[in-house]
């Protein structure tokens, strides 16, 4: 009965995901929203889709008194595809319940205004020209153990790829 369980502690061995670490920090701000509200805007572009999330996106979710459920969702749209969401109003609402796992959402209401601008994602590193090619391959070249080797040729690239080609 008072039995001890092993208990292996919680080791980090180097970097963790940024969304893991951001998670412990917004609990507590998406707590007073709801789960539900915290789980929408962390993964709305899947939900919806990539082009449509690039036009809008979810304001409030606001729940019947006394109940956690059938809720309104409110979503700020640019004036371009209010309509197109309007009509994929039910596909939305079966997406966004499948994803929280529950009934979360029962209707969806749409506000025309400015949405913003979602961050890029950092543009593919450059190819290295010939001569940063050789010159990496040169400076390597006394480097006997192969993994320390490729590892130092993927930091080097790296490094030349920041650089603007002569």
Not at 22 to 34: D, L, M, N, P, Q
Not at 128 to 136: F, Q, R, T, Y
Not at 139 to 146: F, G, K, Y
Request: proline share 8%; glycine share 12%.
């Amino acid at each position: 009965m008072g039995e001890k369980r092993n208990h292996i502690p919680d080791r980090r061995y180097g970097l963790r995901p940024l969304a893991r670490a951001a998670e412990g920090i917004t609990r507590r701000a998406f707590g007073k929203r709801g789960f539900a509200m915290g789980e929408i805007l962390k993964s709305w572009p899947q939900m919806v889709g990539g082009g449509l999330a690039d036009y809008c996106q979810p304001e409030r979710l606001h729940f019947p008194q006394g109940k956690g459920d059938g809720g309104t969702l409110w979503i700020r749209a640019e004036g371009k595809v209010a309509l197109e969401i309007q009509h994929s109003q039910p596909v939305l609402i079966g997406r966004i319940n499948r994803h929280c796992g529950f009934r979360a959402v029962a209707d969806l209401r749409i506000v025309q205004g400015p949405v913003a601008i979602r961050a890029l994602p950092p543009a593919p590193p450059r190819k290295l020209a010939a001569g940063e090619k050789a010159s990496l391959e040169a400076a390597l070249t006394e480097v006997e153990d192969p993994d320390l080797r490729a590892a130092l040729a993927r930091l080097g690239s790296g490094v030349y790829a920041r650089k603007k080609p002569c």
